[in-house]
DNA sequence: GTGATTGCAAATCTTTTGCACTAAA
DNA sequence: TTTAGTGCAAAAGATTTGCAATCAC
């Protein structure tokens, strides 16, 4: 990799990719993903996959981009995270009206729903089981099952 | 009830009542809910709970009204359906990003959701159940579990 | 009458799109 | 080059809000 080509305007790009995932493995997961690997996508990449499961909304992700320096456009982020999710390296979950909210864990798994704070937890999927789930409607095959446990901090009066 | 407060402009509000659920009934379900009842959220009502579950939009739920004559704005349709889900007469089902489904089950249950035709239909609680359930977050508690089994129509090649 | 409710239009918020420009291969 | 990707600003939806007019009590 070039540094020169990550050094754009008054930013140092390197300084960013210091703290975060490997070039490699961010081309990599891009590569695998049939996506071209443009500044702006690895730069997103590895804001996601830097550390573990994470769950932003196109909002947050933009505002980190810009903390970190790097320049994206929201509109851009819009994007990019829904060909993420169309790819396989994100999973969108819908638990708000009004706000998408994509999950950097891919595998099987469900979510504790904070209707306080708006924040977002795993719960792997091994933890749970359904049972006495009725046949999908004829004609129809199951895609995913989502549950949501939705919690609210305990009423301290 | 006096059916000369019914008689609005161009169209007869006792005609679309006399297929709709009583008004004895409605009255005293927005008496119960704490809610004046206007002749907007009076018919809204009894559209709502003239027939057994049901799913509306904002949206659909205002068609509906025009069709049938009744003369309530979008906005109204908007703020009487949130009226409705905090007095515990309609339920919100997130499952879809950018669109918000009221149910008129308020009973404990869960959804099929089919992701080609948009489609919600109901699974009784009493037929599913969860175990393995985390204990929520320290400090919080759960306020209600929501199971979205996410279908599609068979890929008919 | 008096305060709650409504309608309308404008405002807000999230998300998508069109198109000229830029960058990757 | 050649084509994919980006930025911007405008558009598109869904939902909300402000305020004068209207309605229930």
Redesign the pocket.
């Known amino acids: 990799m070039n540094a020169a080509?990550y050094f754009?305007g008054a930013y140092c790009y390197i300084c960013v990719m210091n703290k975060a995932l490997p070039t490699s493995t961010a081309l990599q997961r891009l590569r695998e993903a049939g996506?071209?690997?443009?500044?702006?996508?690895l730069a997103l990449v590895r804001l996601l996959l830097e550390s573990g499961d994470r769950h932003v909304?196109?909002?947050t992700l933009h505002g980190e981009a810009m903390a970190a320096g790097i320049?994206?456009?929201?509109?851009?982020?819009?994007?990019?995270?829904?060909?993420f999710t169309e790819a396989g390296l994100l999973r969108e979950a819908v638990v708000e009206?009004?706000?998408?909210y994509f999950d950097t864990n891919t595998a099987d798994h469900h979510h504790f729903f904070c209707e306080t704070t708006g924040e977002l937890r795993d719960i792997p999927a091994h933890h749970l089981s359904v049972s006495g789930l009725p046949e999908p409607p004829a004609g129809t095959e199951i895609s995913r099952v989502d549950i949501i446990v939705r919690i609210r901090t305990d009423s301290a009066a």
């Open positions: 080509v754009t996506l071209r690997p443009t500044r702006q996508r909304t196109a909002e320049k994206v456009s929201l509109a851009t982020v819009y994007n990019t995270l829904h060909q009206p009004g706000r998408s």
